[in-house]
């Protein structure tokens, strides 16, 4: 990579794409105008241009990738054969990145007819640099290629290397995690209602605890348990919560949601 700021073509600037390339923008990773957005969808493309307008728009992702050092692909699952067949041949010279799930690194690799590829799980906290992603690699991914990646997720949160073998367990995970954890959020602000707290501040309330006991968690390196058996006096009112959670299953019915996306996600590698 010749440039500490590589040229970027983005296919594919829907809701993952946004986050993590605006992300990038806001982390000074990129600068806008360094960014082409291929996008066939009108509205994806007037986001663009109203959101980030110094980025280039085009309906053409052919054109986009013409001068593209790092081309990051982030379309539907379904549409990576196409798109990959389609721009093959133009983006063959730069450094080629797919977010999308289950679409395996060989996959990727066999479609493209070249080894430098490299597979991301990203998820949406990217935009407020508070992501969590995982990357593999391909063959013939240098170092040089490997750290502008690791540079590139690192700006907008944290990035992990793992094996190609563990991209589902990981979109299970954390590709798919906040939508879980938008839900947990949304139901204890619920139950905060339920108990006569307004609206507005159960929200905030709920929301807070999770982004504090994330916080704690991750600054003392305390295991959770540990931390739960510290909020929980004898007879107290938390041990009464815990046991409403283990009576409706709140553990087993994570473990299974995050076991349900890993094995959809390699459906989808399969076509
Ligand atoms: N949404 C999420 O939280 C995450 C999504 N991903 C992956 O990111 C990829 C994109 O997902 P989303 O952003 O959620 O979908 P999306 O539907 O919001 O965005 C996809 C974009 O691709 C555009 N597009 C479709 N076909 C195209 C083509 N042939 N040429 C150019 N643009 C085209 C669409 O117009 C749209 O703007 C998927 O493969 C998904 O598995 C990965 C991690 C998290
Ligand atoms: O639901 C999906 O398929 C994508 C992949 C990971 C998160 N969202």
């Not at 052919?62 to 593209?68: D, I, L, M, R």
């Not at 041949?89 to 289950?102: E, M, N, P």
């Not at 905060?192 to 006991?213: E, F, N």
Request: a neutral charge.
């Amino acid at each position: 990579m010749e440039s500490t700021k590589p040229q970027l073509a983005l296919i594919g600037g829907g809701k993952m794409g946004r986050a993590l390339v605006q992300g990038m923008i806001d982390a000074g990773f990129t600068t806008a105008d360094r960014v082409t957005v291929g996008d066939r969808n009108t509205d994806s493309q007037a986001w663009w241009k109203q959101n980030v307008p110094q980025a280039k728009v085009t309906a053409d992702s052919k054109t986009a990738v013409e001068a593209a050092d790092v081309v990051l692909l982030a379309i539907k699952p379904h549409g990576v054969p196409a798109v990959v067949a389609e721009l093959k041949r133009t983006a063959r010279k730069s450094l080629l990145i797919s977010v999308a799930a289950g679409i395996q690194l060989g996959t990727l690799v066999r479609q493209f007819g070249c080894s430098r590829v490299v597979r991301v799980m990203p998820n949406t906290p990217s935009l407020v640099g508070a992501g969590a992603s995982a990357y593999c690699c391909g063959d013939d991914v240098s170092s040089e290629d490997a750290a502008y990646v690791d540079g590139m997720l690192s700006s907008v949160g944290k990035a992990f290397r793992v094996d190609d073998k563990l991209m589902d367990a990981v979109t299970g995970v954390s590709g798919s995690g906040p939508a879980y954890v938008c839900m947990i959020i949304e139901a204890l602000a619920d139950g905060g209602v339920l108990s006569g707290l307004p609206r507005d501040l159960a929200m905030q309330l709920a929301t807070q605890t999770v982004l504090g006991t994330a916080t704690l968690i991750q600054q003392t390196g305390s295991h959770p348990a540990v931390l739960k058996d510290a909020v929980a006096s004898p007879g107290g009112t938390t041990i009464a919560g815990i046991a409403a959670l283990e009576r409706g299953g709140l553990r087993n019915t994570l473990i299974s949601a995050v076991q349900a996306a890993a094995l959809r996600g390699e459906e989808l590698g399969k076509g």
